[in-house]
């Protein structure tokens, strides 16, 4: 998880506790498959905005963002292949 934390600026520690199993689960699977550093500042933004809404109760705004951040998509479809 530090790797994702240190590329996109997010504190574990001040993640909400409910949102922790996603924030793990993206953080194992972009650590096999992304290279992070080399994504943009916007693309990161992005992507936090994609975890904090995997945890929200409604998943559509998941699936939404999920459709717009092509980087994102491109790294979780590779992981799958």
Do not use: C, N
């Amino acid at each position: 998880m530090k790797d994702l934390a240190r590329a996109t600026g997010i504190r574990a520690d001040a993640w909400p506790k409910t949102g922790l199993p996603a924030l793990h689960d993206f953080a194992v699977a972009l650590s096999l498959v992304a290279d992070l550093h080399k994504w943009s500042d916007t693309e990161k933004r992005a992507l936090v905005r994609v975890i904090r809404a995997k945890t929200a109760s409604d998943e559509s705004s998941y699936l939404k963002l999920m459709q717009k951040h092509a980087r994102l998509r491109e790294a979780l479809i590779k992981l799958g292949s």
